[in-house]
């Protein structure tokens, strides 16, 4: 079996398993200590099978974290860090906004957090202005729009 051969090979496994970018695939794949050359060719090969595609991956990481009420802020991030070039997750992110659902996916998250607080340091804290806080900062880690957090939460700027 050829290098060629065995890269492309330990690429199908690692895509088998999940949904890679190409500079996630290319970073594995250098960890498994295969020359640049062969990892660019299999890059090619694969790219053409339609094992590999960008923008479909980013597409589905988008639906996926959304699904799972993580913000735009925090998607365009997890993009970046995933190697997706900005352009592309910025027109994949606008594709899939949604105003009304990002509003009641943070309410919806901003009620579980609150009744979480409430469990663990009582009615009066989560009423707080210590509490408010903490939620908004949480919230805001989330990857949602500051303006947006503090409407819901009620907290000033």
Known sequence: MTELERCHLAALRILNYRFN????LRRKLRSKKFEAAVIEETLVRLESEKWL???????ALVRTKLARRIGPRR???EL????IDEE??????????DPERE????AALCEKRRLLLIRRRGEEYASSPE???KLAVYLLNQGYDAALVYEIVGVSS
């Open 21 to 24: 970018s190409t500079a996630e």
């Open 53 to 59: 595609d960008d923008g479909r991956f980013a597409a």
């Open 75 to 77: 998607i365009a991030r």
């Open 80 to 83: 970046s860090a995933a190697g």
């Open 88 to 97: 592309k997750a910025r027109l994949i992110l606008r594709d899939h906004a």
């Open 103 to 106: 509003r009641r996916d943070l």
């Open 131 to 133: 509490g408010r806080n």
